[in-house]
């Protein structure tokens, strides 16, 4: 039986493919502190490698490993002494997703569909503030640490939620790719209880697949 089942695994196709395109990634942000947060988009990327793996039917199992950035842009309206606060957070991941993917064959390629969760590990990223006083406008930038090393700046060291992808593939390997990753963690740190933010990414790439 297990031989039977090695050898079914051997003869069902694979292939492995590349992506790399942009990202237009923001916070959906919640707090319960008087001070009012809008949430803006960044521009970012997506870069990596995947696997599919033929499942039965039209359905293919699709794993990756992405370099993709993500983060946001929050705006503080006015306090006391300061009027404006404008911050540009990126925070770069290494994320696994896995996607169960439909795939519907037409006469110049294949259309695909695929939802599936996703975990992520945050290696680096940095804030960008522009804080407007009432004499002087003062920039800053700083680099985010996770918070073991840095109380003040850091974020959670892993991210995890759900994503869904959308596209078509030509019979040359080529396609294009919608992708859009939903978080369900809360990344800010837990001496942050006020505050709760949690990514939210759409992407467009062009991946190519080996065959």
Known sequence: MAAATFASFAQSKTVFG???GVNFAKFNTESTSPIFISDENITSFLLGIYADQQ???NFTIQPGLFFTGKGGGSVYPNGY???RQDTKTKLHYLQIPVNIVY?????????FFGVGPYAAYNLSGNVKENIDYSLALVSNVVDIIPPDNDLRRGTKKFDFGATGLAGFKLKSGFSINVNYDLGLSNITPDYTPKISMKNRVWGISFGYEFK
């Open 103 to 111: 795939n519907i064959p037409s006469k110049g390629g294949i259309f």
């Open 81 to 83: 002494i300061r009027q």
């Open 55 to 57: 499942l039965g039917g």
């Open 18 to 20: 590349v992506k790399a």
